[in-house]
């Protein structure tokens, strides 16, 4: 059981990592299209930053490892097929070329799996937990990824197309190489900015799975025989209505392990994000990032694991809208927003496969 919890963070590690790569283009590729940073600058930054963010608070984390499934169902064997599924979705788009969502196939993937160990009961599901105070304290799968999943989006797309109407209209008598020169210097604090806020949002994920193997494996006895050196594996289920500690180990081993990936880059999805969208200056990339990384700061406040894939990339269409409509390249866009339709149910299918799979083989109990 030690073993296999073991192989869970290994795993987690691998997902971590690939985010990482996978996801790069979200905090630098409009800093790149712009010409203000050369692709090496621009993925240090990134990984410096997103090494920062993940140290930054544990909400999402949370709500990942103790309000979307029931914890009694997610054993190390289900969790390991629930993180292969979300590899090998990443993997594939990353492929492509496509800026999916690596926070979608990690929840997909894991509520597929937890499906099929229940055999199909839907209660292990935590569909809904309303509050009665404001809708965004509620917990469960429709209040912190669905409806935010719809919403995130939204306001990344009229955000961007805000700020950057805004920057028109007060921009408007300057010389284009004064904005230019401003704004060159401007977009390395949104990038940065971007990069904290993709390091709070990402890396916690991961965290939340690796928390979660770990109240498994402590509810089941796996650790109890265990030598005293190892009693930072236990975790304790909180209190009611506490949200599960993160151990700081976790926050390390995770942060560390995305500024590895993010430092590999992630050329393809950058191309697709700053290339064939939308042609870009750095006022607009600052538009952009400012933008996404500002809902995405929300969203991490209340625990809701957002896309920052999704929301970057509703960002730069809100600005390219601002610029004109005839500016944006409806062809990429078409094949973004199949990808995200595709993702959720995609990688959930996936996961439910490996552990019916699983079962068949007799690694997974009946």
Known sequence: MTL???????????FTYINGFHDTANSIATVIATKV???????????????????MGTAVASTIASGLVDPKVATSQVLICALLAAIAWNLLTWWFGLPSSSSHALIGSLCGACLAA??????????????AEHWW????????????????????????????????????????????KTFGKLQLVSSAYMGVMHGMNDAQKTMGIIALALLTGTNSGAFDHLPGWLNFLHTEAPAAGRPLPIASWIIVLCGLTMCAGTAAGGWRIIKTLGHKMIRLHPVHGFAAETSSATVLMVAVHFGMPVSTTHVVTTSIMGVGCAKGFNHLKLVVVERIIWSWILTLPASGGMAYLLVMLARALGWLGA
């Open 118 to 131: 229940a055999h199909n009961h839907w209660n292990v599901l935590v569909w809904s937990i309303p509050n």
């Open 137 to 180: 304290k509620g917990s469960g799968l429709l209040w912190k990824v669905m409806v935010p999943m719809i919403l995130s989006p939204v306001f990344g797309l009229v955000l961007g197309f805000l700020v950057m109407g805004a920057l028109y209209f007060l921009l408007r008598n300057w010389r284009p190489a004064n904005v230019n």
């Open 37 to 55: 940073l050369t692709p090496r600058q621009a993925v240090m930054l990134a990984a410096v930053t997103n090494l920062c963010g993940a140290f």
């Open 4 to 14: 296999l919890i073991i192989t869970v963070i290994v795993c987690a590690l691998v």
